[in-house]
């Protein structure tokens, strides 16, 4: 097993570095293996307050994810996956399509993945309140009938909701999210829309999850 880091940048917002314990394979790219990847954004580009996150986003919507792509190598050990959702509600902005694109770093190619600490790559079929800027990146291949979107904040955007309760699925948690864990889809959504029509929002009901949802980390 070797270590192998790898700098990453993305719109020059975001930056960070990646660990990765895996059998290196053709030019250079571990053939299996699981890396943690490290996301470190630039400052001042992560929200701190839901008034932020919703400041800084062009686009808020409630969707489902319809599919996942294989993921695109950037380089070597650095993997990029696109998530086609399907949009059911708009609360900021206005959605060009039913379907939009959104971009996420980190991923799986046959047996090795690069494995987000602070967020989850999300999966089909899963239930997601999306905060959005858009993604002009003018290398990245186009999807017909689609928008290319980035997660506001690489991982304060994703408020995921499982059996109707916002859930932080990630190893490492993040102070935003957390305040909102374990409230239901109702609470969420009024809370976004308060702050986007420039209403004081009230402070969050405690979790009644204490401790929350986590990935644990895989042991090579």
Known sequence: MKGIWIALTLLAMQTGTAQTQATPGPFGRPSEGTGRLYVDPAPGSVPSSLRQLCDFSTLIVEGVVKTSLLPRLLSPTNLETDAVISVSRTLKGAAPNPDIVVAQRGGTIGKFTSKPVSYSIMRPNEQYLLFLIEDNRPNIPQISGAKRYLVTGVW???????????????EERDALRKRYEGLSEDQVISLVTDTTNHKDPPEPIPSPFPGGSSIKPSNE
Not at 159 to 170: E, L, Q
Request: proline residues 0%.
């Open 156 to 170: 304060s955007g994703l408020f995921f909701f499982n059996a109707g309760k916002m859930v932080v699925n990630a």
